[in-house]
């Protein structure tokens, strides 16, 4: 059975990041695969709204998830939402997928939100 860890990402983490978002983009896109960019990765690990979990498998970074933290306009209270998640295409069908969305659902159940979308 293989260990998969889940995390916060931090900016140290700018370069396992940077070639997924680089297979995220490719995939979601279909075209010439892109360069990984630390740069980018970096912008998105620094960013003051999204909030990135990674999942490794056996050590190394599988996937990520990429969530926000919302004011519920109709209530005042908090929810959740699910912006972006990706595995990289040899560790699916291996419990990445659920280990994020497991992580994502954690942190609603920790803050109290309304719900998660």
Same mark, same amino acid.
């Given at each position: 059975?293989?260990?998969?860890?889940?995390?916060?990402?931090?900016?140290?983490?700018?370069?396992?990041?940077?070639?997924?978002?680089?297979?995220? &983009?490719?995939?979601?896109?279909?075209?010439?695969?892109?360069?990984?960019?630390?740069?980018?990765?970096?912008?998105?690990?620094?960013?003051?709204?999204?909030?990135?979990?990674?999942?490794?498998?056996?050590?190394?970074?599988?996937?990520?998830?990429?969530?926000?933290?919302?004011?519920?306009?109709?209530?005042?209270?908090?929810?959740?939402?699910?912006?972006?998640?990706?595995?990289?295409?040899?560790?699916?069908?291996?419990?990445?997928?659920? &280990?994020?969305?497991?992580?994502?659902?954690?942190?609603?159940?920790?803050?109290?939100?309304?719900?998660?979308?």
């Amino acid at each position: 059975m293989s260990t998969i860890e889940t995390t916060r990402l931090s900016i140290g983490d700018a370069h396992e990041l940077a070639p997924l978002l680089a297979a995220c &983009a490719q995939e979601r896109n279909r075209g010439a695969p892109r360069r990984p960019d630390e740069f980018y990765a970096e912008l998105l690990l620094n960013d003051r709204t999204a909030e990135i979990l990674g999942a490794r498998l056996e050590g190394r970074l599988a996937g990520f998830a990429v969530f926000f933290d919302l004011p519920d306009m109709m209530n005042g209270r908090r929810i959740g939402q699910l912006n972006e998640m990706f595995v990289i295409q040899d560790s699916r069908e291996q419990g990445v997928e659920k &280990a994020l969305l497991d992580a994502v659902a954690g942190e609603a159940a920790k803050r109290d939100w309304d719900n998660l979308r």
